[in-house]
């Protein structure tokens, strides 16, 4: 349909809306098709944003600013599409070879061209570069201050330029979560030697294994859903999670929420790499300008969403533990080895230089 024939359709449609023949919302949504198609047809590049990982509306929020920021600032000449799993794979399908455990391999599809961008788990890009995995040191960060200043400074860009070598590029650090906390299915953590012999379901960083493993626990990495599905059969009786994953599933399963806030859950907005060294400077400068804004959107987002939470699994009588002060800081010398453990993988450089950050 030419822009002139739609003006033409579209004045018919509001004719018959007004008298009330078709619905207001079937002329709205003729008219947004014709702005989205015209916007594609306009634009020069296309970024598909994948939102890969559940809870979708945790990871919407900032590519939909992203693709505000981005669209505007380019004139158009870029257009970002924004797609769910289910959308995807209707409009481009999957090959086998990008999927595991049932769910798209993000990193994978993106490293291949199959998108242009997403935001995934640090601990998955950490297979890329592992130095990602120095943010899972259990009490890395003192607080939210200290871990914004670490992420979007000197330090958190020369950890993303560590995935260049991969075809990918990382924009920006995200929360998707905030701190992580741990869900049991039959009794709380309240001291540290409640850990001994727990069964835990953790992601796949061998940090957040080791940090277990310190702790006297039987560590198995899975994936979220996998995690949950093995608590319900009983193989498992726990899973590292944060609030914002906190969903209906999980609070069946495992209806005690431990709020030991050990490690930060972090995600990352990436792009492909070939794909953006292609665009012209100052297109990649508005990408880089408009993840950093929609990252520090999200981290604050994530932060309401947990407060808002919390209120929320208190009146609805969800048991939250929160382990005294003295355990803490029994947990925090028990895991504390790692530290040095782990020097050959981040450099004494690398981690020293997030503890002294202020």
């Known amino acids: 349909m030419t822009e002139t024939m739609f003006k033409k359709a579209f004045g018919f449609f509001g ?26 047809a306009k634009a020069e590049h296309t970024i598909r944003w994948l939102l890969a990982h559940e809870p979708v509306r945790v990871f919407e929020r900032a590519a939909k600013q992203f693709k505000e920021e981005v669209e505007t600032k380019s004139n158009g ?12 794979k209707a409009k481009y399908g999957v090959e086998k070879k990008f999927t595991h455990d049932g769910l798209i391999d993000d990193v994978a599809l993106l490293k291949a061209g199959g998108i242009e961008m997403t935001q995934t788990y640090t601990t998955e890009l950490g297979h890329l570069n592992p130095k990602m995995w120095v ?10 201050a200290h871990a914004k200043k670490v ?15 991969s075809d990918v590029r990382g924009l920006a650090f995200t929360y998707s979560g905030g701190y992580r906390v741990i869900s049991t299915r039959e009794k709380p953590l309240s001291k540290v030697e409640d850990f001994k012999n ?36 009983g193989s498992l009786m726990a899973t590292e999670t944060t609030i914002a994953r906190f969903d209906g599933a999980q609070q069946k399963a495992t209806p005690i929420l431990n709020d030991t806030q050990h490690s930060l859950f972090l995600t990352s907005m990436v792009v492909n790499e070939k794909f953006f060294a292609k665009l012209p400077a100052d297109q990649q400068a508005v990408i880089r300008t408009a993840a950093k804004n929609a990252a520090e959107l999200e981290r604050q987002d994530s932060l309401t969403d947990e ?5 929320q699994f208190a009146s609805n009588g969800f048991k939250v533990v929160r382990m005294p002060a003295s355990e803490v800081a029994k947990m925090k010398t028990a895991t504390q080895s790692l530290y040095q453990e782990f020097k050959p ?14």
């Open 15 to 40: 004719i018959l809306a007004t008298v009330g023949l078709v619905s207001t919302s079937t002329v709205t949504m003729a008219a947004d098709s014709q702005a989205t198609t015209t916007k594609t």
């Open 77 to 88: 000449k870029i257009a970002v599409e924004i797609l769910t799993v289910s959308e995807y």
């Open 135 to 144: 943010l899972d040191l259990p009490f890395l960060f003192r607080d939210h």
């Open 151 to 165: 992420m979007d400074g000197e330090i958190g860009q020369k950890i993303l330029a560590g995935l260049l070598e």
């Open 198 to 233: 727990l069964t835990i379901r953790t992601a796949r960083s061998p940090v957040a294994k080791a940090t277990f493993k310190k702790l006297g626990a039987d560590v198995a990495q899975m994936n979220h859903d996998a995690g949950i599905q093995s608590v319900k059969a």
């Open 307 to 311: 407060a808002q939470l919390r209120k």
């Open 345 to 358: 993988m981040f450099g004494a450089d690398l981690i020293e230089a997030i503890e002294k950050t202020n």
